[in-house]
């Protein structure tokens, strides 16, 4: 089944979400105040969005009999992680609208084609280069004056799948490390700030990016994000127009996340983009308590084929994650009266598991 | 099982509700975003609420044996509207605590205690008589003026269950079709406007007051309510506080709706209380989108045995319900920017159906 002329859901209808963890969970509760169901397929048992889903298909992301009766139940396929297979996302799309596309899961997951495909729209990005051989890796590294990241192509998350080289003779250990083969060297970036933009576009090419957010990570894992973000005005505004550029190249159908390093100070601060994610997005939680429409609405209105709601923000915001034993503090937090509280319905807290999110608010500055 | 000391859930513990539309809904939603599972027990099937549940069950109020398992599988029973069976109510709170507690539905069920019990709380009302024979109507009428609204004591809703009264003559007519007894005669109010105060109160028996809201009825239901309401700050005071000292008197955990005339102008403006809801409230459906925390969220956290939430609003609200066709509008209404759509997912819309609402927000004036 195409998607042309694009499939327009009414409310009663049914949104089929691939993975089932807490970003599912949030897409599910916004799109059950829109008045849709939703159908969540997730091979892991006690998923949190299961909770919160008319139905749940507990089945393998390659199981066809599970997924041509998923495909039937469902009017729209959307997924809340990046790595969804992509003979998975072509089994159904040929189903069912999957949004956002195919080509848009298989150029973000996988940093070669995502950084090749970026590039070649013209979007300013860190040196990369790819790596195959260890010869590739010695040529590459010098190039970038003896240092960079190692990344895995393929299913990297949250520091996983990455090593710091800091010196050339490192490299060897490192590139066997990685398993030899179909990796990615980036530069390393002396940047000022790591920020991000959250941004949506409609079946009809509309686009709605949200303020520039400013993050910090402690240990590879998202800690915060911070609205706004102390950039000046004019690179908060060249930010969005990034994350709608990429959005309209990839003509794509939902909400994006784009990872953005800082670089340089006064005139000569300007964006290169780290990397995009096909989904909802971490450092996009804060829109739950500082705009009208969350992130998680607008990719529901986007998948649905319904208008973007406003991206307007009312309220400064600092979102800080919930990790591990962290989420012990909840009693704690929900005393604070500018304090929103988001709890993920997981069973157990484990070192670096996201149990939660804490939105704190201010009026705007 | 007693309530004392008073449980406190744990985030991945279970709400009971009883009653499946849409308050139920949106109960479950607001449930879900803090960590908690939702159990629904609904006779209808395909009710809202069972969508966005973790599990329901679908069997009728008396039903004994669905009753014990709902008790065991929950951890805290509440309930979305008023007119829960008073043996259900009595059965559940034996096995498990039912907040708010049986004697509030009790009060709340019945016009005639509860008009008793605001009064000996020291509560103005408008005038009220009991009305069991057809001389206990005339003699009140004859108090009244000849003029009045003579409802039911219980059941009644939306404008169901009761007729107004104009002229002594028609008295007769209007006792009988309502039943010819169990009846409440209420003096006819010259109201200056209907509006409402949603509040809450906490197991340790702290309050929070949302702002009052001026109400606007079409063919008896609930059709706008605008905050701020265009009260005296003297009115909007006396609103909220007459609200805590029902919650207070009432010794209730969760939220409560408490509908009221606003009487007289300038400096002879005051407040009567008309009725009060034991649940939350459609005149407080725009504290979603113009308060940090929700009215489900502070009946969420009150009948978890949480701290409440700040009752503070943010922004200016005009909320609209979508009874039946009006509902067929959302596509206009998703494109307005200052608008917030609510569908409750009722796979038909009826005349009088209540489809949904939106929330129309403007900068706090």
Chains 1, 2 share one sequence.
């Not at 195919?102 to 970026?118: C, G, M, T, W």
């Not at 949250?158 to 083969?181: C, H, N, P, W, Y």
């Amino acid at each position: 089944m195409t998607d042309s002329p694009a499939r327009i859901l009414r409310p009663g209808q049914t949104i089929g979400i691939l993975g089932g963890g807490q970003l599912g969970r949030m897409l599910a509760e916004a799109a059950s105040a829109l008045g849709l169901k939703v159908h969540v397929h997730c091979p892991e048992a006690g998923s949190p969005a299961f909770d919160v889903a008319a139905r749940h298909t507990l089945a393998a992301y390659d199981d066809l009999d599970a997924l041509d009766a998923f495909a039937a139940a469902v009017d729209v396929v959307t997924y809340e992680f990046e790595n969804v297979p992509g003979p998975t996302a072509a089994h159904l799309a040929s189903r069912v609208p999957v949004r956002p596309g195919p080509r848009a899961l298989a150029v973000a997951q996988d940093r070669l084609s995502e950084k090749d495909f970026l590039a070649a729209a013209g979007i300013a990005l860190a040196g990369y280069a790819a790596i195959d051989t260890l010869s590739d890796l010695t040529q590459a590294l010098a190039r970038f004056g003896g240092k960079g990241v190692l990344k895995t192509r393929r299913f990297g998350y949250d520091g996983k799948g990455q090593v710091m080289i800091r010196d050339a003779s490192a490299a060897a250990e490192a590139f066997t490390s990685l398993g030899g083969a179909g990796l990615v060297l980036e530069a390393l970036i002396p940047f000022e700030k790591e920020v991000s933009v959250v941004a949506a576009r409609s079946v009809t090419g509309e686009v709605a990016a949200y303020d520039i957010t400013e993050n910090h990570h402690e240990h590879h894992i998202l800690k915060t994000s911070t609205v706004p973000a102390k950039v000046s005005p004019g690179t908060a505004a060249a930010a969005r127009q990034i994350a709608g550029q990429i959005l309209t190249a990839l003509d794509y159908v939902g909400v994006i996340g784009v990872e953005m390093f800082v670089v340089g100070t006064g005139a000569d601060e300007h964006l290169l983009v780290n990397e995009i994610a096909p989904r909802v997005h971490n450092s996009g939680h804060w829109t739950q308590d500082a705009c009208l429409v969350s992130q998680f609405e607008q990719h529901v209105r986007a998948v649905a084929g319904w208008p973007l709601g406003s991206a307007a923000r009312h309220s400064d915001v600092v979102m800080e994650n919930l990790i591990g034993a962290e989420v012990d503090a909840w009693q704690t937090i929900l005393t604070e009266p500018a304090a929103r509280l988001h709890l993920y319905g997981k069973a157990e807290s484990r070192p670096g598991r996201k149990m939660g999110h804490v939105n704190r608010i201010a009026p705007r500055s």
